[in-house]
């Protein structure tokens, strides 16, 4: 089993939809969920963080973990043609020293116009 | 802006002949990772810099090596490059302890002939 699973889609939505993203992991040391979005030939960039269990939100993103399931999901309300991209998501054990993060595939996302 | 900065953006060598990829960063941040990206894979570290101290992953094969001269640049060296090496080659930096925002260059996408 790897260490982190996601869908890799492609999962294509109509512009304005609530778009639901979700990774499930294996390791129960994992502390540090991320979310990067990656446009096609560039490097990723992060759009969410967080720590632990719990709901983060940044406008149009909402970033959830819950630990007890293994599970991490982002969401993305109203979506845009230009949410078209690459969702990795990405988590780290922490510890306290400079630890490499482990990734999912992705999802490729499409926004239809 | 603060940024990382992946040089050459497109590298194209030879089987068998040595290649080295650039990063430099003007974040200020103590680490400094390289990722290696395969077609519609996860990006898996290749090892990391948490300051001089060098940190290699034990399924890194021994024909990557990497240098740090000083805290701004981090070099990738190919020793013999393989046709399965050719991948996007991503370097990341994040701050010190505490913190695992890691921050993408762009990548250098490597195509061996």
């Known amino acids: 089993q790897k260490e982190v699973e996601q869908d890799p889609g492609p999962l294509s939505v109509p512009e304005g939809a609530i778009v639901s993203l979700n990774c499930t992991y294996s390791n129960s040391a994992f502390q540090y969920f991320m979310w990067y979005r990656q446009y096609s030939r560039k490097g990723p960039e992060l759009l969410m963080y967080?720590?632990?269990?719990g709901n983060k939100e940044d406008g149009r993103f909402t970033a959830q973990v819950d630990k007890s399931s293994k599970y991490i999901s982002l969401f993305i309300r109203d979506s845009q043609p230009s949410d078209s991209a690459t969702y990795l998501c990405?988590?780290?054990?922490?510890?306290?020293?400079?630890?490499?993060?482990?990734f999912g595939k992705g999802t490729h996302l499409i926004i239809q116009p | 802006d603060a940024m990382v900065i992946q040089n050459p953006r497109y590298q194209v060598t030879q089987f068998g002949k040595p290649v080295t990829l650039s990063c430099s960063q003007t974040l200020n941040h103590n680490v400094m990772y390289w990722y290696q990206q395969k077609s519609s894979q996860a990006p898996k570290l290749l090892f990391h810099?948490?300051?001089?101290?060098?940190?290699n992953e034990a399924d890194t094969p021994d024909n990557f090596q990497s240098r740090r001269p000083n805290t701004s640049f981090c070099f990738l060296d190919i020793r013999s490059p393989g046709l399965g090496d050719a991948a996007m080659y991503l370097c990341a930096t994040s701050r010190t302890t505490g913190t695992y925002e890691q921050y993408f260059g762009p990548g250098t996408r490597l195509t061996v002939t």
């Open positions: 967080t720590y632990s269990s």
């Open positions: 810099y948490y300051d001089k101290d060098f940190n």
């Open positions: 990405a988590m780290s054990a922490g510890g306290g020293g400079a630890d490499g993060l482990t």
